[in-house]
């Protein structure tokens, strides 16, 4: 069974702090995502990296595959109360392109 | 373009009864995916749906089960309910190119219908 394992499950922090969350596997992935979910909304994506060793940053949140497409991790720089909410990470098995393998989340809330 | 819709939003039912949850995928999408999450849990994939034909299946019960329309718009059922089928589910869908799939392409998902089981 292919897991993905988030951590840390919970996080608060106040304004202006950096974080970082991260999302391991003993499994190699060909892509993997990471969504925020926002209270009574599904999930938004926010990127997909499909590189070994891929850097994408979108504004201040930096995400990075590591070399062998095991495991991501999701930095957020000066954190906001707007960065508040539920981010999932969700892997693409090498065998199936139909189906992703989500990670558990990490509930992130940012204290003004 | 309007989003995925889902109805009904909320859902309240005994253990015992069966639900039917719907899906509207966004204009032109073929593919539709549902999912069901419950805290802690994150997201399990029930099944994958492409032109009316179920690609994908994940580890749910037979009482799960999907159908999708001509119009690609979607639909679950879940039998018997339990308990532990309270949960939110969503669907998602995406354009379901030729040879492409949920890992290569962007999903957008609808609100969720959260379902409660008393």
């Known amino acids: 069974t292919q897991l993905l394992e988030q951590s840390p499950q919970f996080l608060s922090i106040q304004e202006g702090e950096n974080l970082t969350v991260y999302c391991n596997s003993s499994?190699?992935?060909?892509?993997l995502q990471w969504y925020r979910q926002e209270p009574g909304e599904g999930p938004v994506l926010l990127v997909t990296?499909?590189?070994g060793g891929e850097v994408k940053k979108l504004k201040r949140l930096t995400f990075q595959f590591g070399d062998a497409r095991k495991d991501s991790s999701l930095h957020i720089t000066a954190a906001q109360p707007g960065d508040t909410g539920l981010y999932l990470c969700?892997?693409?098995?090498?065998?199936?392109?139909?189906?992703?393998?989500w990670g558990a989340g990490t509930k992130l809330i940012i204290k003004p | 373009k309007a989003g995925v819709t889902q109805t009904p939003r909320y859902l309240i039912k005994t253990r015992g009864q069966q639900v039917t949850l719907s899906c509207s995928p966004i204009s032109g999408h073929r593919s539709v995916s549902w999912y069901q999450q419950t805290p802690g849990q994150g997201l399990q994939f029930l099944f994958e749906y492409f032109s009316e034909t179920q690609r994908n299946k994940g580890n749910f019960p037979g009482r799960f089960s999907g159908r999708q329309f001509s119009n690609s718009r979607s639909e679950m059922n879940v039998s018997t309910l339990e308990l532990g089928d309270s949960a939110l589910y969503l669907c998602?869908?995406?354009?379901?190119?030729?040879?492409?799939?949920?890992?290569?392409?962007?999903?957008?998902f609808g609100p969720g219908t959260r379902l409660l089981v008393l």
């Open positions: 499994s190699v992935f060909s892509s």
């Open positions: 990296v499909v590189t």
């Open positions: 969700a892997g693409a098995p090498l065998d199936s392109n139909y189906q992703l393998i």
């Open positions: 998602a869908s995406s354009p379901g190119l030729a040879g492409g799939g949920v890992g290569q392409e962007t999903q957008y």
